[in-house]
């Protein structure tokens, strides 16, 4: 049962396991239902296909079988056997939904410690500059003109770094998201990008409320490093990002005139672009979200995210 085989062999593994269960095997032909599964799951064999598989080959053993006594056994047998062989899928699924909750819980944690990072650089550094400014200009009082305009030079310094802090602030964590939702937030986002570089950025938006704030804060990191590709490595002039809510889900699409790249290939890239798009999948995952990256070179790149509509409302308060 360990031999590696081709896909084209699983269907006469199939029958073979399971008329030596049905003829009697017992629990040693069970544990191979079970190696059956393991191997389907392995071959990437979806669930449907292995219902077929199992419809087909019972038809055939059941076609030799005398009475309907017989029929019903041999089936109430067969269906032990094929959740037995559902039993890897379970585990995966199992394993899946673990590891979903622990990325989500290593997410929550990672913006509460950002969060917390970004409230420290904007109220106490914050605080701390206006302290220096009040000294400065308390020690420019005694100071002669000449001194004063180098004071003057050294404030207008300190303002500089002032912007810079709420810059960083709201790029680590937009208390407006917080306070406002997801679309004003992403409209900031732009306008900073925009102001930042040479895009032209486009938000558009029809959303009916707030989301949840996970949903939110992932769709607003999404946003935030699909813009940082297109300033590294896209070479785009514009993008345009689109909020909006179709068939009981939530759309995000995210499309820029750069010159495009093979996207499957970069997913499998251990370097910055292919782990950026890692990083969005992960997110999406994590919510329950899927994406769907529509790009070749020369023609652009488009990023479709959608996330279930039961995942997505905290109350009903338009975002505008």
Not at 185 to 206: K, M, T
Request: hydrophobic share 45%; glycine share 8%.
């Amino acid at each position: 049962m360990e031999i590696a085989i081709t896909t084209s062999d699983l269907e006469s593994l199939y029958g073979e396991a399971l008329e030596h269960y049905l003829a009697g095997g017992g629990e040693y032909a069970l544990r191979a239902a079970y190696e059956v599964g393991r191997l389907a799951l392995e071959k990437n064999v979806g669930l449907l296909d292995l219902a077929a598989l199992h419809h087909l080959t019972l038809i055939r053993i059941l076609a030799g079988s005398h009475g309907q006594d017989e029929i019903r056994v041999r089936f109430t047998a067969a269906s032990q056997f094929f959740t037995e062989c559902l039993s890897p899928y379970e585990m995966s699924q199992r394993g899946y939904r673990d590891a979903v909750a622990a990325l989500h819980l290593v997410n929550e944690t990672l913006e509460n410690e950002v969060k917390r990072i970004a409230h420290t650089v904007h109220d106490e550094a914050g605080q701390l500059l206006v302290v220096v400014h009040l000294a400065l200009a308390e020690i420019a009082k005694d100071l002669t003109p000449a001194l004063q305009a180098r004071i003057e030079g050294v404030t207008e310094l300190l303002h500089q770094v002032e912007g810079h802090l709420r810059e960083l602030s709201h790029e680590l964590r937009p208390m407006m998201l917080d306070d406002l939702g997801l679309v004003p937030a992403v409209r900031f986002l732009a306008d900073l990008v925009s102001r930042r570089s040479n895009l032209v950025i486009q938000v558009n938006a029809e959303l009916a409320g707030r989301l949840l704030p996970s949903v939110e804060i992932a769709l607003y990191r999404i946003i935030q490093e699909a813009l940082n590709n297109a300033i590294k490595h896209s070479q785009a002039k514009n993008v345009w990002i689109q909020l909006d809510e179709d068939a009981g889900k939530t759309l995000c699409s995210i499309l820029d005139n750069g010159i495009g790249f093979q996207a499957q290939a970069s997913l499998s890239e251990k370097g910055k672009k292919g782990l950026g798009l890692i990083g969005i999948q992960e997110r999406l995952s994590a919510i329950g979200g899927t994406l769907q990256i529509t790009s070749e070179p020369g023609s652009g790149t488009k990023l479709l995210i959608a996330v279930p509509k039961e995942r997505l409302y905290a109350n009903s308060n338009r975002a505008c």
